[in-house]
Nanobody, 118 residues
Framework: QVQLVESGGGLVQSEGPLRLSCAAS????????IYWVRQAPGKGLEWVSV????????YYVDSVKGRFTVSRDNRKNTLYLQISSLKTDDTAVYYC???????????WGQGTLVTVSS
């Protein structure tokens, strides 16, 4: 079955770096665009980044541009989110999700919690 498993979250100091991973299985990973979506405590879902199936194009929400870098390794069926210079506002559960049609996300991981301390 389709499975997405995030890892790499934890407690990090403000201004520090972090790399999140998302391991995919059960489908042809290289056929799909993949999103990173986050949910801060008490808030709704916010898309953070998306990468095309080949990895040649990426998009970011304005609040993370210049600090977040999404990439993928289709040989390893793995998605990454490299974060530099974390801010306390980045505290959230981070999910990876499969896009089936222009933002329609049909499969989600369980999420990984990132907590940024000041």
């Amino acid at each position: 079955q389709v499975q997405l498993v995030e890892s790499g979250g934890g407690l990090v100091q403000s201004e520090g770096p972090l790399r999140l991973s998302c391991a995919a299985s059960g489908f042809t990973f290289s056929d799909y665009w993949i999103y990173w979506v986050r949910q801060a405590p008490g808030k709704g879902l916010e898309w953070v980044s998306v990468i095309t199936n080949t990895g040649d194009t990426t998009y970011y929400v304005d609040s993370v541009k210049g600090r977040f870098t999404v990439s993928r390794d289709n040989r390893k069926n793995t998605l990454y989110l490299q974060i530099s210079s974390l801010k306390t506002d980045d505290t959230a559960v981070y999910y990876c999700a499969r896009d089936i049609y222009f933002g329609a996300l049909d499969a989600w991981g369980q999420g990984t919690l990132v907590t940024v301390s000041s």
